[in-house]
């Protein structure tokens, strides 16, 4: 089995190359992809030196599997050229999660929908993947209505640069690049991604769309509000859910802690709840705060932590390709 991964040199590509050599994923040939000044430049993997390699290159050597984490632009552009060579794509950026032809996958959740026809496959927003891994079971058993979260995302969500930015504002270096449009370090900016005409940004309405491909249910009602906090871990969200039926807390908990890929930690009598510094390097999604809204019925609040460059990108990822091997949906 010959693998790429495309956008190798990037943050997210970074954490692709740590998951394959963290789960043992068995490939025959490797090829890493970045962009063209990046041609030549080598990566170390597993003890080996591995030189970058071009797109077009890496296009005529046809692999089963390319992993992209190299931006929407670039998706557009060469995901459908691989896919010709009969290439399948598992793209990490935006570019295909809408597109009603293309699957939307978080493994544990719907993977069955995967076939042999699916070349380019989508990879969930970082938001949208570990929210949904808490909600799905709950959907399943007692059907959410409505869905109100605010999340609090980790600078490593919009890249290298934005880590420097902040790393560099912390020790008072402000003349230099700005990936946002305000400070980060000691502020909160309720700004990711741009502001469409709703007065909602992108990423906000992403969670809308996504959670409902990935749940299968266009009827649930979806709010968002998100928000870029001076953290690296991951991301956190306050999670507020109305279901249909009623719930039993302890059946919640009992649910969730059943849940492959999830992880409750939920005893605040000796402060424990789930935060991004303990979720960093981790794939799984935590879970706390479990509490019933006290201001409507059949509703839930939780708290949700998970490090948005592995489960909610980087893992996710590799766990798609797993899930091909395993099912033999690769030629």
């Known amino acids: 089995m010959r693998l790429a991964v495309v956008g190798a040199t990037g943050l997210v590509g970074q954490e692709v190359l740590r998951v394959l050599e963290e789960r043992q ?5 490797l090829y890493l992809v970045a962009s063209a ?7 170390k993997f597993k003890g080996k030196e591995y030189s970058i390699k071009s797109m077009d ?5 046809a692999p089963e599997i390319a992993i992209f984490s190299a931006g929407g632009g670039t998706s557009l552009e060469w995901a459908p050229k691989f896919a010709e060579k009969g290439t399948i794509v598992i793209d990490n950026s935006s570019a295909w999660r809408m597109d009603p032809s293309k699957k939307l996958i978080v493994p544990e959740i719907n993977g069955h929908v995967l076939n042999n026809d699916d070349l380019i496959i989508a990879n969930p927003n970082c938001s949208t993947i570990q929210m949904v891994m808490a909600l799905a079971p709950l959907h399943k058993k007692y059907k959410i209505k409505r869905i109100v979260v605010s999340t609090y995302q980790s600078v490593t969500g919009t890249g290298k640069d934005a880590v420097q930015q902040m790393m560099e504002e912390r020790q008072g270096i402000t003349n230099g690049m700005k990936v946002y449009p305000h400070k980060i370090d ?22 809308v769309h996504e959670t409902r491909k990935i749940l299968e249910d266009q009827t649930i009602r979806v709010t968002s509000t998100t928000v870029r906090i001076p953290t690296i871990g991951g991301h956190s969200e306050a999670v507020n859910v ?10 919640v908990r009992a649910i969730l802690e059943k849940t492959p890929g999830v992880v409750v930690e ?17 794939d799984e999604v935590f879970v706390g705060r479990l509490r019933r809204d006290e201001s409507q019925p059949n509703t839930l609040n939780m708290w949700v932590v998970s490090d948005n460059l592995r489960k909610g990108a980087a893992t ?3 766990q798609i390709a797993e899930f091909l091997l395993e099912k033999s949906l690769v030629s």
């Open 57 to 61: 290159e890496v296009v005529s050597l």
């Open 266 to 282: 939920d005893d605040v009598k000796n402060n424990i709840y789930p935060m991004p510094i303990n979720s960093h390097g981790k």
């Open 25 to 29: 994923v068995e490939f025959d040939e």
């Open 316 to 318: 996710n990822a590799v």
């Open 186 to 207: 000691m502020n909160v900016l309720p700004h990711i991604d741009s502001f469409l005409d709703n007065g909602y940004t992108k990423e906000e309405m992403k969670m």
């Open 37 to 43: 000044k990046s041609v030549g430049q080598k990566i």
């Open 242 to 251: 109305e279901f249909y039926q009623d719930y039993d807390l302890a059946e």
